[in-house]
Structure formats: C-alpha cells, structure tokens
C-alpha cells in the first residue's frame, strides 16, 4: 500500500503563505494522478489541486492564482504553494493519489478514485 507523508500546515494570519509538500512512499507520483482535497469542519470536503501523469494541473476557481503546485523529482515530492491565504482557506488538507492510473484532468479522469490518502495537515487562517 502507498503511504503518502504529508506536512506543511500551520497557522497563519490572512494574506500569508504556507506550502504543503506530499510525499509518496513505493511509488512515482509522476505516475499518478495526485494533490490535494480539504475539508472545513461542518463542510464537505471539496477539491483544491491536482497533477496528472501528462504533468497537467487543474486548481479550483477559488485558490487560482493564489496557489500553486510545484514538484521536486529527486525528492519524489509534490508541493502546493499557498499564498494570499484567507480565512476561509481554514481546513484539513489532504494529499491522495490515485496511482497508475490513465485517467487525467482533460478528460476529468483526475481526480477520480483516489485510492490512496494522506493523514492531513491542519491549516488555520486567523487574525
């Protein structure tokens, strides 16, 4: 089984950074369809960013041009730059994979199925 080690999150005050860093264990992420969900206390959890093995990324229209993934091959690491950080950013975030899969982010192939999931790191955005 794939473990994904997470960490990253804090607390920050609005208009700050954070930059979260998923890092998969037996397996390339560039392989897979990987990044992240998070899910607010009493909400649902909702999509945030994405990477899929054709190295495309998709992010939800409410962190686009705020946040930012970048990756690091030697490491087998994906990070998610946050920048310009809101309260309403405030949420568990959870890294998941879906590894060897063909499904990517034209198609809506990713994310899908994610099998794989990180323990999540708490970000809090407060003044």
């Known amino acids: 089984q794939v473990q994904l080690a997470e960490s990253g999150g804090g607390s920050v005050q609005p208009g700050g950074s954070l930059r979260l860093s998923c890092t998969p264990s037996g397996f390339d992420y560039r392989g897979a369809c990987i990044g992240w969900f998070r899910q607010a206390p009493g909400k649902e959890r909702e999509e945030v960013a994405f990477?899929?093995?054709?190295?495309?990324?998709k992010y939800a229209e409410s962190v686009k041009g705020r946040f930012t993934i970048s990756e690091d091959n030697a490491k087998n690491t994906l990070y998610l730059q946050m920048n310009g950080l809101k309260p309403e950013d405030s949420a568990m975030y959870y890294c998941?994979?879906?590894?060897?899969?063909?499904?990517?982010?034209?198609?809506?192939?990713?994310?899908?199925?994610?099998?794989?999931w990180g323990e999540g790191t708490l970000v809090t955005v407060t003044a």
């Open positions: 990477r899929d093995s054709m190295e495309n990324t």
């Open positions: 998941a994979a879906n590894f060897g899969t063909k499904g990517i982010i034209a198609t809506g192939g990713c994310p899908s199925q994610m099998r794989d």
